[in-house]
């Protein structure tokens, strides 16, 4: 029989209670349909204008594709109609979108990267839409900029779709991670996988070797030793260049994704927000870890919304051998 992903929540809600709320799951059903409208979009790109160049660049300086522009006008539109959301933070929008809402009913902020991996879309290779989901502050502890900035570890919920040859979509809201495939001809997405675990070690890692030579010196050494067998396995190397398919990769089959410090971004390219945070909570929920180089993603301090960091995500045994190696 199947179990809808609504029909999840609510089984969710009368187990956990507290962040599996009706309110919760209205949220919720705001991502699912816009995500939704987004993959019915994708899955026909090639069929009218909507490949390409948009003419723009976002705030990140990145040329903006018409279905990034696409995307997260949907985002915005199917959440900005749930009135208890106070926020919207998107990759492609240089400052929040905030709801004149009360805090009693304004009581979630989403952050997302509408369509991630969008330059591999002229070429027909996965896609995904990511979010990480906060609870806003009690008045007294700080303002919708503070509820917006607060650490990883404080997301209620996180999620991601990867629009690939089946639409997938995996959250987790603190207890455990459950994966969901759409069926296109109900058009519901269906339970398929709950209380997902990453295995504790995997055959793949994951990186753009390009930039191998600007990494620093510890994440060569890494490298080296997966290449060279010494990490206790012959590793294979698979890198698509859109991170929400390789963290899907990740997830299911284990092993490690990396995205180190480069000499050019020394900072890191992936986002704090909406790229590293949602995906390590799920990560760490499903037995894995997620590292900037130096501590847990979920705990860095965020000073921006469009922040950048150095994102490792992966395996237990995986990562406690990448920090051996930064250690040394
Ligand atoms: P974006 O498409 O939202 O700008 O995301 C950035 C993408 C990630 O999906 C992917 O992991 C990374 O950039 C790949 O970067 P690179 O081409 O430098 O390897
Ligand atoms: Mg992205």
């Given at each position: 029989?199947?179990?809808?992903?609504?029909?999840?929540l609510?089984?969710?809600?009368?187990?956990?209670?507290?962040?599996?709320?009706?309110?919760?799951?209205?949220?919720?059903?705001?991502?699912?349909?816009?995500?939704?409208?987004?993959?019915?979009?994708?899955?026909?790109?090639?069929?009218?204008?909507?490949?390409?160049?948009?003419?723009?660049?976002?705030?990140?300086?990145?040329?903006?594709?018409k279905?990034?522009?696409?995307?997260?006008?949907?985002?915005?539109?199917c959440?900005?109609?749930?009135?208890?959301?106070?926020?919207?933070?998107?990759?492609?929008?240089?400052?929040?979108?905030?709801?004149?809402?009360?805090?009693?009913?304004?009581?979630?902020?989403?952050?997302?990267?509408?369509?991630?991996?969008?330059?591999?879309?002229?070429?027909?290779?996965?896609?995904?839409?990511?979010?990480s989901?906060?609870?806003?502050?009690?008045?007294?502890?700080?303002?919708?900029?503070?509820?917006?900035?607060?650490?990883?570890?404080?997301?209620?919920?996180?999620?991601?779709?990867v629009?690939?040859?089946?639409?997938?979509?995996?959250?987790?809201?603190?207890?455990?991670?459950?994966?969901?495939?759409?069926?296109?001809?109900?058009?519901?997405?269906?339970?398929?996988?709950?209380?997902?675990?990453?295995?504790?070690?995997?055959?793949?890692?994951?990186?753009?070797?390009?930039?191998?030579?600007?990494?620093?010196?510890?994440y060569?050494e890494?490298?080296?030793?997966?290449?060279?067998?010494?990490?206790?396995?012959?590793?294979?190397?698979?890198?698509?260049?859109?991170?929400?398919?390789?963290?899907?990769?990740?997830?299911?089959?284990?092993?490690?994704?990396?995205?180190?410090?480069?000499?050019?971004?020394?900072?890191?390219?992936?986002?704090?927000?909406?790229?590293?945070?949602?995906?390590?909570?799920?990560?760490?929920?499903?037995?894995?870890?997620?590292?900037?180089?130096?501590?847990?993603?979920?705990?860095?301090?965020?000073?921006?919304?469009?922040?950048?960091?150095?994102?490792?995500?992966?395996?237990?045994?995986?990562?406690?051998?990448?920090?051996?190696?930064?250690?040394?």
């Amino acid at each position: 029989m199947i179990i809808t992903v609504q029909q999840h929540l609510q089984q969710q809600q009368q187990e956990f209670g507290s962040e599996a709320s009706g309110t919760f799951s209205y949220l919720l059903s705001g991502i699912t349909l816009a995500t939704k409208i987004i993959e019915a979009k994708i899955r026909t790109a090639g069929l009218g204008d909507v490949l390409g160049a948009f003419g723009a660049e976002n705030v990140q300086g990145e040329q903006q594709q018409k279905l990034d522009v696409y995307a997260n006008q949907v985002m915005l539109h199917c959440l900005g109609l749930r009135d208890t959301v106070a926020a919207l933070v998107s990759e492609e929008d240089e400052e929040p979108v905030t709801f004149d809402r009360s805090p009693e009913t304004g009581k979630y902020i989403i952050i997302f990267d509408p369509l991630d991996g969008s330059s591999n879309i002229d070429v027909n290779v996965n896609v995904g839409t990511i979010f990480s989901i906060h609870k806003r502050l009690p008045a007294a502890e700080g303002d919708l900029d503070a509820s917006i900035l607060q650490p990883g570890t404080k997301q209620v919920a996180a999620g991601y779709v990867v629009y690939g040859p089946s639409t997938v979509f995996v959250y987790t809201a603190g207890n455990g991670v459950h994966s969901f495939t759409l069926d296109p001809t109900i058009g519901a997405f269906v339970t398929t996988q709950e209380n997902m675990k990453m295995p504790e070690q995997g055959q793949y890692y994951s990186v753009n070797e390009a930039n191998a030579s600007q990494f620093p010196a510890g994440y060569q050494e890494y490298l080296r030793q997966l290449r060279e067998g010494e990490a206790g396995k012959a590793y294979s190397s698979r890198y698509i260049g859109s991170l929400v398919a390789d963290f899907h990769r990740t997830l299911l089959k284990g092993g490690v994704f990396l995205y180190p410090p480069t000499a050019k971004q020394p900072g890191g390219k992936l986002r704090l927000l909406y790229e590293a945070n949602p995906l390590a909570f799920i990560a760490e929920q499903a037995g894995g870890m997620a590292t900037n180089g130096t501590g847990r993603i979920l705990e860095i301090e965020p000073r921006g919304i469009h922040q950048r960091t150095p994102f490792m995500v992966g395996s237990r045994f995986e990562m406690e051998t990448l920090a051996k190696c930064l250690e040394a």
